[in-house]
């Protein structure tokens, strides 16, 4: 048995038993505090510089108490599920339309390939300068944090559809709208769904962007709040909070894609 399991976890691509997987997860998370209480409370780094880990707990459990940290993250939430919504709904059907018609690519990907390349905190000041700073602003720099990129991925998916199954259709008497509907879009389910797991990641990290100028709430404005106080262990708590939140919904796309497409896991 301890051979079988060896020559599995020294095999490339090759399952390992689940135990060993969720032995693992425990595992890394177990160094990594350990680390950090190691670094703490032995002095190493500074308590002004790195929180000892009971010191934010006791700020997350004191902000729950009071309410104001279901405030602000029911506000960083907010902001990030409605940008990413309006995001992929537009994204999506373009992407895979922009992958599947020449016309469609030629015509845009000049302009997308070019915006993509923007970055998003120059436009921090052009979006409140338009838009104001409610939250329109904020989910303004989530949508074009992912969107061009949602727009790319999903258009590369769609290329990488088998000719031999579109070939077929045709030759099975398909029209080309069809095409699109029962070969294309089941084809490149599982790869939609991938890319939609790994673009709300990114839209957490443009959370914090979206957060530092002209906010009054959220789990960014939060640090940028702390930051001026040195409250390092409010700045720690808000960033572990985005990280569980992303976490979270990484498991929702990953559970999403294991029923939606099991002939892809």
């Known amino acids: 048995m301890r051979q079988s399991l060896l020559k599995d976890i020294s095999t490339p691509f090759r399952a390992i038993p689940k135990w060993v997987a969720i032995l693992l997860s425990i595992l890394i998370w177990v160094l990594v505090i350990g680390l950090w209480f190691a670094v703490t409370y032995s002095g190493f780094v500074r308590e002004m510089f790195l929180p000892k880990p009971d010191k934010v707990v006791e700020t997350t459990i004191s902000m729950a108490m009071d309410g104001s940290l279901w405030e602000h993250v029911f506000s960083s939430v907010q902001v990030v599920l409605i940008g990413f919504v309006i995001s992929s709904v537009v994204a999506v059907p373009l992407g895979l339309v922009m992958g599947t018609y020449k016309i469609v690519q030629s015509f845009l990907d000049p302009l997308v390939n ?99 100028v002209a906010a009054r709430s959220g789990l960014g404005y939060i640090s940028l709040k702390a930051m001026r106080g040195f409250q390092v262990d409010v700045i720690f708590m808000a960033i572990a909070l985005i990280g569980i939140l992303g976490l979270l919904t990484d498991q929702i796309f990953r559970l999403l894609r294991r029923y939606a497409a099991p002939w892809a896991v």
């Not at 923007?118 to 921090?124: D, F, G, H, R, Y």
């Not at 727009?151 to 077929?168: E, I």
């Not at 879009?185 to 957490?204: E, F, K, N, S, Y």
């Open 114 to 212: 070019f915006i993509r390349y923007l970055p998003v905190t120059s436009l921090v000041p052009l979006s409140i300068l338009w838009i104001g700073i409610g939250i329109e602003q904020r989910v303004a720099i989530i949508i074009f944090g992912i969107f061009f990129q949602q727009l790319v991925m999903m258009a590369d998916a769609a290329r990488s559809v088998p000719r031999d199954l579109v070939n077929a259709a045709y030759t099975l008497g398909t029209s080309r709208t069809e095409t699109v509907f029962h070969i294309v879009m089941p084809a490149t389910l599982p790869q939609v769904l991938d890319i939609l797991r790994v673009t709300m990641g990114w839209a957490w990290t443009y959370l914090v962007v979206a957060e530092l």
